[in-house]
């Protein structure tokens, strides 16, 4: 996502806290990335090219920056959005009750500015048994540098 550099909060490395106005939302979000973190959209599913992605690396949310999960905890659903067993720490996501349209879910929000991730099920595979279905959207990928090096290497070879 290019907009993040119009974004001044946006950062990998920053865990403050983030407490914007919708209305200030607005102004450094896609609108694509706004109706799902910030108005708890969701995206179509398998419409997200994280969805079937297997690299090694970190997910970190679109909207700040902050490291939600790493590519280890992933795993193929079959729900139609990218699914992990467990974030990467006990703060990086928040939870909150979710009884819209009729259902009983829990709601995952990222820890640091409180975006709507999507939810998480428990019918998940072990050791945690918990599926966290996450909206594509609102998540940004980086390879592990350390991998990325080990490829590039052999590749050379």
Known sequence: MDDKKNNPVYSNQDSNKVNLSNEEWRKYLPSDVYQVAREKGTERPW?????????KGTYYCAVCGNALFI????FESGCGWPSFYQPISKGSVIYAP???YGMNRTEVM???CKSHLGHVFEDGPPPTGLRYCINGVVLDFKKAQAAEKKYNEKKED
């Open 71 to 74: 590519s280890d905890t992933k």
């Open 98 to 100: 979710d009884n819209s």
């Open 110 to 112: 990222c820890g640091r």
């Open 47 to 55: 419409s997200s090219p994280l969805e079937n992605l297997k690299d």
